[in-house]
């Protein structure tokens, strides 16, 4: 899956678990099926692994096969996540 991308998103941690995060994520799904993408995948850094929970929780998938554009060689790989978008 390629297209655009979007480096980074987070919610700061006084508006966490509030569902902005879900939101954000939503709204940037919705994004996407209008653009006629076909779903949209993400990396988790090796240090965050309790977004995969969040992430799984919002219909992402282990993704071993994700294309990451960019790379950093000094930090463990990131676990992606893909999902694939339904009608």
Known sequence: MR???????????????????AGIL?????????AGKEGAQLAIRADQPRLIAFYAGLGYARADDAELTTVNPLSPPPFGMCKIFKD
């Open 26 to 34: 939503a709204a940037l799904e919705a994004a996407g099926r209008e």
């Open 3 to 21: 297209g655009r991308q979007i480096k980074r998103i987070g919610v700061l941690p006084a508006f966490r678990k509030q569902g902005f995060g």
